[in-house]
């Protein structure tokens, strides 16, 4: 009979994983449902947004104007960030209609060295909650605090005045099961990168401004919870995005803007989770069963709105867009945003749009943060 603590340990980490990755459609169970092709990975909470500005514009930010937690979107665009340094916090109850004891912390913070240079660091922190481990006769066996964190620090630097490239490096971290040593339990880690690329450029005749951004995130090693090995890959990812920002006087702006996400591991299939790494992120194009179709059911679509009235209050809204053979995650979003000197708080709020229920459903997300102008100094040549 298997170890009753190591049954436990399998079900947190099941749990968790699918309220994570919120990829699973409601009352169903991998494997027993066939229109259930939905792509699972080990560390989904890489994949929460975590700041509220691009929460409240539908899940979009690869292409949108750089601010404090650009690094998560696209290590390339905070290159053209207009201050000298600051940060932001945000915060995430999960299944906060529930329990209240799971959230998602994001903590940034950026310099920027020069014109064209900028570093950054941060830190994820998803708190799963306490858990109690107990035997067949429902006797306690322990509790524990899952977590999972991820460590970032970002290069941004420009190429030219109207584009620039960006890299992080991350440490990730994910321990569901606490020390239990009658089980061949492990916490787990892994080491990624992300490489963003970013161009934006003013049209002056229409008094307006059109972004594109392009990245790549975590890029790494897959991971294991147990001793045993059978890794699973980690949520590598392409986002794909433009914005469109127009201004319509001295006073009022409004940005469009449109992505579009694919995750890049292997298709759910009977042996893809044995697949070396390269061959799983780069096959990752061409090997759904259902060909063309199914590839394209696997992108995502994330599309926002952002209105500002002079830079000190905005109005966003979003729609998040996923096939329903995929996860079937479709929402609207809403958010307002306030700046008043260097200080910025925002807020955000998710509704299903389907009978697909969300762990942030009804939920208030927030972030503040806090940004300051670097003293002028002679601008040094992009081309140099």
Do not use: C
Not at 170 to 190: E, F, K, Q, V
Request: proline share 4%.
């Amino acid at each position: 009979m298997m170890n009753t603590l190591k049954k436990g340990w399998i079900f947190i980490f099941s749990f968790g994983a699918y309220l994570a990755a919120q990829s699973q459609p409601q009352g169903t169970l991998i494997g027993q449902d066939p229109n259930n092709k939905n792509i699972t990975t080990a560390v989904p909470f890489l994949t929460i947004t975590p700041d509220t500005r691009a929460a409240g514009m539908g899940d979009v930010g690869v292409a949108t104007s750089p601010d404090a937690a650009s690094a998560y979107w696209n290590a390339g665009k905070l290159a053209f960030i207009d201050k000298g340094y600051g940060g932001s916090l945000s915060y995430t109850p999960w299944l906060g209609k529930i329990i209240n004891d799971m959230r998602v912390i994001h903590l940034t913070g950026f310099y920027k060295i020069n014109r064209e240079q900028v570093v950054a660091a941060s830190m994820k922190y998803f708190d799963l909650g306490e858990i109690e481990f107990r035997d067949n006769g429902n006797v306690s066996q322990g509790r524990f605090n899952a977590r999972e964190a991820a460590f970032d620090v970002t290069y941004s630097r420009l190429l030219t005045d109207h584009f620039s490239l960006g890299g992080t490096l991350r440490y990730i971290y994910s321990n569901l099961t606490g020390a239990l040593p009658t089980t061949d339990a492990t916490a787990a880690h892994s080491v990624a990168v992300d490489i963003g690329v970013f161009y934006t450029k003013p049209l002056k005749s229409k008094n307006a401004t059109l972004s594109w951004g392009a990245s790549i995130s975590n890029v790494g090693a897959k991971v294991s919870y147990t001793n045993s090995g059978n890794p699973d890959f980690i949520p590598t990812n392409l986002r794909l995005g433009g914005a469109y920002k127009a201004d319509l006087d001295p006073m009022n702006s409004l940005t469009f803007a449109l992505d579009f996400d694919k995750l890049m591991v292997p298709t759910t299939a009977p042996g893809s989770r044995n697949k070396p790494l390269l061959d799983g992120i780069f096959g990752s194009f061409s090997d759904a069963p259902g060909g063309w179709q199914e590839e394209l059911s696997e992108v995502t679509i994330s599309g926002g709105l952002e209105y500002w009235y002079n830079q000190t209050f905005s109005g966003r809204l979003g729609y998040f867009y996923e096939d329903q053979t995929k996860g079937n995650r479709k929402y609207l979003t809403a958010g307002v945003g306030l700046r008043y000197n260097d200080f910025g708080v925002d807020v955000a709020y998710l509704v299903p749009t389907n009978q697909r229920e969300s762990p942030l459903a009804e939920t208030i997300r927030f972030t503040i943060q806090y940004l300051i102008a670097k003293k002028a100094k002679s601008e040094e040549s992009v081309t140099d």
